[in-house]
């Protein structure tokens, strides 16, 4: 079993940047793939970015560039440096863990959830 507890999420302006991070429990975070959604209202939850327990990482195509997943094994945490900020950011951003792969329905555990607002 993995808690997942997000942190860093805030209202900032278009142009700024926020940082993420997600505290995992247990034992076995490097074995784990980790992820960020995010789900604005009346939207589908999407997938922002992943990182195997190998370090490769994705992203979707609207964040290229401007996020950066990364995870600290010896911490147990993965955090998202988010730059460049849009108002079409805004969502509730979650952290997810994985013991198969990254695909979407591949994520077993899931944190609470941080509110990431950026106005225009």
């Known amino acids: 079993q993995v808690q997942l507890v997000e942190s860093g999420g805030g209202l900032v302006q278009a142009g700024g940047s926020l940082r993420l991070s997600c505290a995992a429990s247990?034992?076995?975070?490097?074995?784990?793939?980790m992820g960020w959604f995010r789900q604005a209202p009346g939207k589908e939850r999407d997938l922002v970015a992943a990182?195997?327990?190998?370090?490769?990482?994705i992203y979707a195509d609207s964040v290229k560039g401007r996020f950066t997943i990364s995870r600290d094994n010896a911490k147990n945490t993965v955090n998202l440096q988010m730059n460049s900020l849009k108002p079409d950011d805004t969502a509730v951003y979650y952290c997810?863990?994985?013991?198969?792969?990254?695909?979407?329905?591949?994520?077993?555990?899931w944190g609470q959830g941080t509110q990431v607002t950026v106005s225009s």
């Open positions: 997810a863990a994985s013991t198969t792969g990254i695909s979407v329905g591949q994520f077993d555990y």
């Open positions: 247990g034992r076995a975070f490097s074995t784990y793939h």
């Open positions: 990182i195997r327990w190998s370090g490769i990482t």
